[in-house]
Nanobody
């Protein structure tokens, strides 16, 4: 069974920084594309950033230049460094692991709240 546990959320003022971490259990981490998604109240869950098993990254336009996703395969952990935070970044942030073998399997963490005050 795969478990993803996020940490690092909290309350920060606009312009500040936070680093989210997601620790994965199980044996799939190194083979998975890892990602961060976020969901604000009343809105759909949106992609923030992804990183493939080979280190290729992808970002939502709204966070390019401010957020950086990285992974440490030895620790089975993915990170999201968030700088220059804005009130519109306020959301619950979810960690995702996507494993593609013959089918696509998605795993989700429980989410961590990020609140940016103006």
């Amino acid at each position: 069974q795969v478990q993803l546990v996020e940490s690092g959320g909290g309350l920060v003022q606009a312009g500040g920084s936070l680093r989210l971490s997601c620790a994965a259990s199980g044996s799939i981490f190194s083979r998975s594309t890892m990602g961060w998604y976020r969901q604000a109240p009343g809105k759909q869950r949106d992609l923030v950033a992804t990183i493939t098993s080979t280190g290729r990254t992808n970002y939502a336009d709204s966070v390019k230049g401010r957020f950086t996703i990285s992974r440490d395969n030895a620790k089975s952990t993915v990170y999201l460094q968030m700088n220059s935070l804005k009130p519109e970044d306020t959301a619950v942030y979810y960690c995702n692991a996507k494993l593609i073998v013959t089918i696509v399997t998605n795993y989700w963490g429980q989410g961590t709240q990020v609140t940016v005050s103006s």
